[in-house]
């Protein structure tokens, strides 16, 4: 079978605006939960609306996926629905991390401590 | 018979597998859409690509995120509709300097064979109420309906077959679709 001239994600990755491409994937995603969320309460659009006391139009609106939701209709839809559509991330000032244990630990210590020692002894013969 | 048109393979997404047609030895449908839009009507296009892209590689092409566009056959359009309301598509106004939601007349016709694959034909901006009744995307829509109908009855022949768990397809080299 022939190729096409055109590469769609080529074509993208040359000509498009990563600002769209985000815009779009992250529509249709929250788009997506709110269908899935729906779908598991059993819910058609007309009860999305009723629950957030608007209309059957501008909710079928909202979840064309190419709409530009504002912050607070997303709230309305995670009010409405139960559901969280935007994490975001705790404020931390540090976090522990995990790296692992260093064995024979009192060998690390004596070398340290070996170390120390000579280095101690080296600055005093200079000093002297 | 007159006329004809030859598959050709566009894009393989994770969830979706792109195809178009050359009809009469032209270029591509999408390809011709593309290079025509590409300097007309940018933003436009590349929102109708980006969608395009994430719903093969994610969502896969379920019938919500197409419009009806059926006539003759069951074609269908990009970008989709919702209820009562024209497509919109967010677009930066330098005058206000703000982000607008604009309706995005572009059409790209297209036959969504299944959820795995989908057939991307011709569009052009749409400036009147129904496709029949507009200058620029009417022949784009008649064709869509026929190469619609002609790829339908080819899947019913075997003369394009499913492979890879109607995944994709596949059809004998000198295949071609025909009609008068």
């Known amino acids: 079978m022939k190729k096409s001239n055109h590469n769609i994600s080529d074509w993208l ?5 990563p600002e769209i491409d985000k815009f779009v994937e992250k529509n249709l995603a929250i788009t997506e939960k709110v269908r899935v969320a729906m779908e598991a309460k059993g ?10 006391d608007k209309t059957p139009s501008e909710v ?19 009010q409405a629905l139960g559901i969280c559509l935007v994490h975001t991330e705790p404020i931390k000032q540090y976090e522990y991390v995990y790296l692992g244990t260093i064995k024979g630990v009192d060998d690390y210590a004596q070398k340290v401590n070996d170390y120390q020692e000579s280095y101690a002894d080296q600055a005093y013969e200079i000093a002297l | 018979m007159n006329n004809f048109a030859e598959i050709i393979w566009v894009n393989t997404y994770r969830k979706v597998t792109y195809y178009t047609v050359a009809v009469n030895d032209g270029d591509a449908l999408f390809d011709a859409f593309v ?5 007309e009507n940018k933003e436009k296009l590349n929102h109708i690509l980006a969608w395009i892209k994430v719903i093969g590689d994610k969502i896969g092409a379920q019938e919500q995120y197409f ?20 497509p919109v598509y967010v677009e930066y106004n330098e005058e206000t300097g703000t982000e607008e939601n604009k309706p995005n007349n572009l059409r790209l016709y297209c036959l969504r064979a299944n959820e795995y694959v989908v057939f991307l034909f011709n569009g052009d901006i749409k400036t009147a ?18 190469l619609t109908e002609l790829i339908d009855e080819a899947f019913q022949n075997k003369e394009i077959r499913w ?15 025909q009609w008068d």
């Open chain 2, 129 to 146: 109420a129904t496709p029949q009744e507009c200058e620029n995307v009417r022949s784009h829509f008649k064709m869509a309906n026929k």
């Open chain 2, 35 to 39: 290079d025509k839009h590409a300097v």
């Open chain 2, 67 to 86: 419009r009806n566009e059926a006539e003759t056959a069951d074609t269908s359009a990009l970008p989709p509709q919702g209820v009562n309301k024209e």
């Open chain 1, 43 to 52: 819910w058609k659009s007309q009860d999305l609306a009723k629950a957030m």
């Open chain 1, 13 to 17: 990755d040359q000509y498009g605006d």
């Open chain 2, 163 to 177: 492979i890879n768990d109607y995944t994709e397809i596949e059809v004998d080299d000198d295949f071609l679709l």
């Open chain 1, 60 to 78: 079928s609106k909202w979840l064309s996926g190419m709409h530009n939701l504002t912050l607070k209709s997303i709230i309305k839809m995670e």
